[in-house]
């Protein structure tokens, strides 16, 4: 589906299996939800400079079943509302992109992003693992700005339900070009039912220049309670 300057303003909802939502030409924005079914990976693509905004929640059918790979050049994405509220996403991948907006939370098995040149905004992430699973990744690396300064990064070790507590995901942030400004950020292990605890997920924080790391909440990384 490829959207070429084109405001969809109605609120009807839009139910992606796998594929490709792209722009191609200016500015081009969807009101309504999104939902990913399938359990397979829907692409977004936004080629020639152009922007794509989903004005409606984004979500998946069950939770970190649906991956979402993103490729924008020097293009622009902006997720207005909820990500993963009610069916969290699966992997998420950044491939390229200019600027990158997520203006609410943004729940999913794990987020990567490979480059990119303008800001990528957060308002929170969270990655925290289903019951007996490690919590997921937070690796995002680009030569722009990094700011998720909005919310919390969460990922957490997933609730054991036997045996020992899961580990906490590695939440790294590394702007190459540009500054880092981060808020609070959470990899607590889970506790165990029985043995020991999950470990806290290391945290790596690089920005480059003066004031290259702004960090406005604390940083919780600790292991979860053994028996």
């Given amino acids: 589906l490829d959207l070429q300057n084109v405001t969809y303003s109605t609120t009807e909802g839009l139910t992606l299996s796998g594929g490709t939502l792209a722009t191609s030409t ?7 939800a ?3 079914v399938g359990g397979i990976t829907t692409y977004i693509a936004v080629s020639n400079g152009s922007s794509l905004t989903l004005n409606g929640t984004v979500d998946g059918t069950a939770n970190h079943a649906e991956n979402l790979d993103l490729t924008a050049g ?3 994405i902006t997720f207005s509302q909820a990500v993963g509220s009610t069916k969290s996403l699966g992997d998420v991948t950044i491939n390229n992109v200019q600027n990158l907006l997520a203006s609410s939370t943004f729940a999913a098995k794990s987020v990567t992003q490979t480059t990119g040149t303008g800001t990528t905004t957060f308002s929170g992430i969270d990655t925290t693992g289903a019951n007996d699973t490690a919590g997921g990744a937070v690796n ?4 722009g700005a990094i700011d998720t300064s909005a ?3 969460t990922a957490k070790g997933g609730t054991a339900t036997a045996g020992i507590g899961r580990a906490g995901g590695a939440v790294t942030l590394n702007s190459t ?3 880092v400004t981060v808020g609070a950020i959470d990899t607590t292990g889970s506790n165990a039912v029985t043995g020991a605890g999950g470990a806290g997920g ?7 220049g003066a004031s290259a790391i ?4 604390a940083i919780t990384a600790k292991g979860g309670t053994g028996t």
């Fill in 26 to 32: 200016g500015t081009s924005s969807f009101a309504g």
């Fill in 34 to 36: 999104v939902t990913l």
């Fill in 74 to 76: 020097a293009g622009n």
């Fill in 140 to 143: 995002i690396v680009t030569a």
């Fill in 151 to 153: 919310g919390t990064i």
């Fill in 177 to 179: 070009g540009s500054t």
């Fill in 202 to 208: 290391a945290v790596s924080l690089t920005g480059t």
């Fill in 214 to 217: 702004t960090l406005k909440g």
